[in-house]
């Protein structure tokens, strides 16, 4: 079984630029979450979304916002990129609100 | 506001030796979180605690849960060059999120 896919693996931005990440969890998977990862630290919560529905938000501007498709596929936005949002994304889907999160691989996101 | 400490932040030990990482939280919760991360990789599930008195077990790494001292314990027998790595404890709140700890970066030295 495929686990958690994330793309792109990798890219590169410019300050102000706008950039698209893409999550598709396990199959049978109704709960798909986003962490930033800043280098050295640990991943901090963004969003959690559940059969579609937004239900939760960490402590990150409205420049971050997120999607959950009928398939239970996602994406994170993010506007008008700043250096500091330069950071391993990672999606970690579930099967249920609140259980055991597999994460996929990451975005690893350079913005210059 | 939740918070989630580990200790020590820095651990470098020899094989064959033992050794314990502490993850201390300052609310309840019914279910912590052990990962491991390996340089450059994604986040690897290693334990899920979900009551007091839960001991885990896989391999040469066990963890435990004191929810009255609010204490998590990852504790390590006969180290492996294979267990270097960082470890996270995190643990899961009522509003959906994983809050994490800053993370062990483990170094096993022959």
């Known amino acids: 079984d495929a686990g958690v896919t994330q793309s792109p693996t990798h890219l590169i931005k410019t300050r102000g630029q706008h950039v698209t990440l893409r999550c598709s969890p396990i199959?049978?998977?109704?709960?798909v979450s986003w962490y930033q990862q800043v280098l050295g630290q640990g991943p901090q919560f963004i969003f959690q979304?559940?059969?579609?529905?937004?239900?939760g938000r960490g402590n990150f501007p409205d420049r971050f916002s997120a999607r959950q498709f009928p398939n239970y596929s996602s994406e994170l936005n993010v506007n008008a990129l700043l250096l500091g949002d330069s950071a391993l994304y990672l999606c970690?889907?579930?099967?249920?609100?609140?259980?055991?999160?597999?994460f996929g691989s990451g975005t690893r996101l350079t913005v210059v | 506001e939740l918070k989630v400490e580990q200790n020590p932040l820095f651990l470098s030990m020899q094989e064959g030796k033992n050794y314990t990482i502490y993850c201390n939280y300052s609310?309840?919760?019914?279910?912590l979180y052990w990962y491991r991360q390996d340089p450059g990789k994604s986040l690897e599930s290693l334990f899920v605690?979900?009551?007091?008195?839960a001991v885990k077990q896989e391999g040469r790494l066990m963890a435990s849960l004191d929810t009255k001292a609010r204490l998590s314990t990852l504790h390590i027998t006969a180290a492996v060059h294979d267990l270097s790595a960082t470890y996270f404890c995190?643990?899961?709140?009522?509003?959906?999120?994983?809050?994490f700890g800053k993370g062990t970066l483990l170094t096993v030295n022959p």
């Open positions: 979304y559940y059969e579609k529905e937004e239900r």
């Open positions: 609310t309840t919760s019914d279910r």
């Open positions: 995190a643990l899961g709140g009522s509003n959906y999120k994983l809050t």
């Open positions: 970690a889907s579930s099967p249920e609100e609140y259980y055991g999160y597999t």
């Open positions: 605690l979900l009551s007091n008195g």
């Open positions: 199959s049978g998977h109704k709960s």
